[in-house]
């Protein structure tokens, strides 16, 4: 899958972890994940994901290690261990177990991770189409019942007037 459709499919949720700067490049500008990893031509939205599934301890190694792979141009200005532990804290599992009152976990199908916003976006939808369908159809069968019985009386009136008689 390519890193737009799995961007697309996993929506925004990884935001605050991918746009995180991590340091100063020489020419001045701020390094973020997104573009440190997608350097390393890793696809930062699965890396991501894959991150978030891990357990903390394994995921700050991970992370400490792609960060300690990094060109010497960029200066990170602390250790990679310690940039990737505050890092890893910005993923959407971790955050949300910090901060009470976030946003319910999204809803997991298989291996497909679903928020539960889009769900709900989803649900909201179809209900829309439901209840347009039935507005439609009650618009829709009295027009028919109306065009039905005016046919219907009147040829039922000419058959039953009689014919008149000319004087």
Do not use: H, K
């Given at each position: 899958m390519t890193g737009a459709a799995v961007a697309a499919q996993l929506g925004s949720e990884f935001n605050?972890?991918?746009?995180?700067?991590?340091?100063?490049?020489?020419?001045?500008?701020?390094?973020?994940?997104?573009?440190?990893?997608?350097?390393?031509?890793?696809?930062?939205?699965?890396?991501?994901?894959?991150?978030?599934?891990?357990?903390?301890?394994?995921?700050?190694?991970?992370?400490?290690?792609?960060?300690?792979?990094?060109?010497?141009?960029?200066?990170?200005?602390?250790?990679?261990?310690?940039?990737?532990?505050?890092?890893?804290?910005?993923l959407p599992q971790r955050s949300a177990a910090h901060k009470p009152g976030k946003s319910p976990p999204p809803l997991r199908v298989g291996k497909h991770v679903v928020p539960l916003g889009r769900v709900a976006i989803i649900v909201g939808y179809l209900l829309f189409i439901l209840f347009s369908q039935w507005l439609i159809a009650g618009i829709m069968t009295p027009a028919r019942t109306e065009k039905a019985s005016a046919g219907s009386s009147s040829t039922a009136l000419t058959h039953s007037v009689p014919p008149q008689r000319s004087r």
């Open positions: 605050d972890f991918l746009y995180a700067p991590i340091g100063e490049e020489r020419s001045g500008m701020t390094l973020s994940v997104l573009s440190a990893l997608a350097r390393q031509d890793v696809d930062p939205w699965e890396r991501a994901a894959q991150l978030n599934r891990l357990p903390e301890e394994v995921a700050v190694r991970e992370l400490a290690a792609l960060l300690a792979a990094l060109p010497d141009e960029v200066s990170a200005g602390s250790a990679p261990a310690a940039l990737a532990s505050r890092l890893i804290a910005l």
